[in-house]
C-alpha cells in the first residue's frame, strides 16, 4: 500500500468521516456524483487514448449503476422507473466500453446529470440538507 502524506491521510479520514456520517439520500447523491466524475475521466481518457483508464472509469460508473440498481425497493411503484432507467444506462455502458465511445459516455453522463438534479430536488422537497450542492 503507498506511504501517504500528512495532508492525504487527513483528506482521507475526511472523505470516510464525510461518507460516514451522511444519510441514505446523501449518499445516493454522492454515488450519482461519482458516476458523473468517473464518465468524465473516461470521456477524457477515451480522447487522449488511454484505453485502460477509459475501461477503468467505465467499469466503475457499471458498479455504481449496479449497486443502485440492486438497492431498488420494488414495493414502490417508481422503483421500476428507476429499474428501467439503470438498465437502460448499464447496456450503454456496456456499449461505451466495447467501442469507447465518447458521444454514448456523454448521452450517458447527461443522463446522469439529469437524475441527480432531481434528486437534489426531491432531497429540497423533503427537507433533507444538500450539501455542496
Known sequence: MPVLSPQQ??????????????????LTLMLYDGAIKFLNIADYAIEKNDIQKAHDNII???????????????????????ENMYSYIARRLVEANISKDREIINEVNG??????DNWVEVMKANHIMVKDA
Do not use: C
Not at 443522463?111 to 441527480?116: D, G, Q, V, Y
Open 111 to 116: 443522463h446522469m446529470h439529469a437524475i441527480r
Open 9 to 26: 491521510k487527513a483528506y482521507a479520514q475526511y472523505k470516510n468521516n464525510k461518507v460516514m456520517g451522511a444519510s441514505g439520500p446523501e
Open 60 to 82: 466503475k460508473t457499471e458498479r455504481i449503476i449496479d449497486y443502485l440498481r440492486n438497492t431498488l425497493d420494488m414495493k414502490y411503484a417508481v422503483a421500476q422507473d428507476f
